[in-house]
């Protein structure tokens, strides 16, 4: 093995090490301020699909410009060195195809196919300029963030269920599996921040260099190439993941990794056609009024999609988030799951509170301290809890099925909504009542009821109700600070 | 000779043949008999060993200390039981429960102080005992009421070892009455002595939540049912744990808004602890911490008809400040 890709294989394992390691502190709880969003942080493709989305470049997101100026510097070295999804390619394909050095050949070779990732970026850019991020489902770090956060991290020791996560762990299991067949298929084939690097590759500085009078066309250059970007033929220099491995293959040392080498005559292009990629852009524009006229979600509050606290209203929200998992793998009491159907077919995957699941814990701000796009806008606690004297953040407001209630429907004792409301005073009191029983007796109970100006729709109320699978209090979006047309009481508006 | 239409095997054969079938077989029958249970029940609901040790005569059942070092308290209260010796033997495993139900500071009083638990703590160890497990299940995230509650810290710091609520393992015991069905921190179940450590808090079922609520906290899933008759529930808890030693935290004591309180404004500072083996005068002396006559609370009434302990706060022996 050649010094380097020594070198490369030390880089992926770090990066992808690191990527784990970030992870695994963030669902332990660990209430330390690591950088667990740094390479979201970093992803040129969110930061783009946002800027058109929303308008607006959201902080840190700002990062995204290391990554770009990284790549005009060395090509698409985070495709080779850096993206955790591409190591774990590659580290299948390397593990489940010990192949033949013609069968190598044959699979690293170009296919049209492979300008399949150049359509989805465009499609996934101009959906997100005509209104409809969804570039975070098939972005590599929310893809994978999310196939390790809710399909592997849940069958892991100290796991929690994420119904649904099954949906994300396929798509990863099934990419890390299709590379045994081709490899890296995901990066060559549909990844669109592979395609949006691939634009900026192709000023980079240092680029693969082939001595064509050296050459003596024995193809072992291309036996081991992770882009198959042909470096053989007329590289193609937005392909090239600059993995290096056909440096050492040559036995003539025809290559070269250089800066500012002379350019081939002509210069390579992307393999694009140009009434595909008008049909492209057409459908991608016609998709973001369809799924909002027709997909559900943001056009009318909907009582079970409760946001995490400091959540943007839903429109900016949608413009924002990136599916990328993180804040439900933050939470501490695993409140926050995946919305499946509850957001609409825009709002798939993105955030959604279950209080059966778990609670909002009243003086916890974690989702929004992870949130790598500020869709969930971050709080301290003191502002969150309403300790610096203004109203607190509310997520919603809990009702009291009197159908079901202990004390209200069974004239039987139970205050245990009450027991566990954390606002000062508490959101629920007690109304003092005598109940009937059966033989005619009356039996004195505390009815429970609701201070909707005090309740903050945390949710612990419904977890904790002893009531079996349908809680006789349950919280619903109605209240939430973040829309302030999904109101329920007169008068100013809580913060 | 061989008849060629039934060919042969060499005996050679024969034997390894069989010999390969004879150890499938009993790899699978061996196999079969390890995992074999007859009763077909996985789980078998444990007992709840009985923790109290014997007490000599001319001992109080309960001494109460004031001062306003919570650690002092605590120290002069054991001692006049006759110092944690008596009820930590070398080489135990001891159980403290605090309550760390809550996500909020030891200020706002919603959770056991911390520096009473530390100080039991370091008491057990100083006694001989081999392992001091400080543990509870709380009601909120519990990485959060651990930290946020100092207990995790301070008990950590004293030389316990911390047991967050998730790393617990939670099997059936043998409860009775309303709690049965429930399981119970197997942690709980195993510790040779258990000392239980409330904290005096207002609570709006019972009145005030002390000790025998205290027990909720080494329950798992569906405790909540219990509410439904608290007091029958908690002198049902008492007569079901039974603690080596009973340690009432009043240092700071919530008065209104319990038991989660988050108001400054509904604590008040007591600066007072109880230790006693006998857990219903324990709790009679917490109510009155929080102004309330402990006859007029129906739990203690029935604990105390039930035969666990006496209510009479004459029996407390009140050693004043320090």
Known sequence: MSWTTRIRILYQAFFLVLFLWLLVRL??????????????????????????????????????????????????????????????????????????????????RYRRWYALKSYILAALLVAALAGTLQSGLLDPLSLTARGLAAGVWPVLPGGRPVPGGWLAALLLLAIVVASRWIPRVFC???????????????????????????CNNCKLCAFACQGADEPLGNHRVSECHVCLNCLPGCPEQAMTYRALPPLPAPPPKPDLSRRYLFGTVLGAFAVAPLLRATGGGRAAATPRLIRPPGALGETEFLDRCVKCSLCQQACPTGALQPAIAQAGVEGFWTPVLVPRRGWCEFACTRCGEVCPTQAITRLTAARKTGYDGKPPVSIGTAFIDRGRCLPWAMSTPCIVCEEMCPTDPKAIWFEIADEPLRDGAARRVQRPRV????????????????????????????????????????????? | MTDPYRPAITRREAVLRLSGTAVAAAAIGGGALVFHDRRSVSAVAANVPDWRLPIPNGVPRAAAARGSDPG????????????????????????????????????????????????????????????????????ND???????????????????????????????????????????????????????????????LCKVTLGMKNWFGVMGKGRNRLHQDINLALA????????????????????????????????????????GTDPVLCDAWGAAQLGLEPGSLPFVAEAERRGLGRADLALVKELGPS
């Open chain 1, 27 to 108: 669902a332990g709880g660990d209430p330390r301020a690591f950088p667990y969003s740094a390479y979201l942080h970093g992803d040129p493709l969110s930061a783009v699909g946002v800027t058109l989305a929303a308008g607006t470049l959201p902080g840190a997101l700002i990062w995204a410009l290391v990554l770009i100026g990284l790549t005009l510097l060395f090509g698409r070295v985070f495709c080779g060195w850096i993206c955790p999804l591409g190591t774990l390619q590659q580290l299948s394909s390397w593990l489940l195809s010990p192949r033949s050095r013609r069968e190598s050949l044959q699979v690293n």
């Open chain 1, 188 to 214: 060559r084939g549909f990844c669109p921040l592979g395609a949006l690097l691939g634009v900026f590759s192709r000023f980079a500085v240092f680029r693969i260099h082939r001595t064509s009078d050296a």
């Open chain 1, 451 to 495: 201070d909707a100006a005090k309740c903050v729709g945390c949710g612990i109320c419904e977890n904790k109700c002893p009531v079996g699978e349908e809680a006789a209090i349950r919280v619903a979006s109605v209240g939430e600070t973040r829309d302030p047309l999904n109101r329920l009481l007169a008068g100013g508006n809580p913060s």
């Open chain 2, 72 to 139: 002092i308290n605590v120290r002069r209260a054991v001692a006049e039981l006759g110092g944690m010796e008596r009820f930590v033997r070398r080489g135990e495993v001891v159980l403290v429960k605090p309550n760390i139900a809550w996500d909020r500071l030891p200020e706002q009083a919603a959770n056991t102080d911390p520096q009473v638990v530390a100080e039991l703590v370091r008491l057990c160890l100083a006694a001989g005992a081999r392992t001091v497990i400080v543990t509870d299940i709380s009601c």
């Open chain 2, 142 to 204: 519990p990485l959060r009421c651990f930290a946020r509650s100092g207990i995790g810290a301070a008990a950590g710091a004293a030389g316990a070892e911390v047991i967050e609520t998730h790393r617990l393992r939670m099997v059936p015991a043998a409860l009775p009455g309303l709690s049965a069905g429930l399981e119970v921190a197997e942690q709980v179940l195993r510790a040779d002595r258990v000392i239980n450590v409330p904290v005096v808090k207002h609570h709006n």
């Open chain 2, 236 to 275: 049902e808890l008492g007569a079901t744990f039974r603690p080596t030693l009973t340690v009432v935290d009043a240092t700071r004591v919530l008065a209104a808004n319990g038991p989660v309180g988050g108001s400054l404004g509904d604590v008040r500072a007591v600066g007072a602890v109880a230790a």
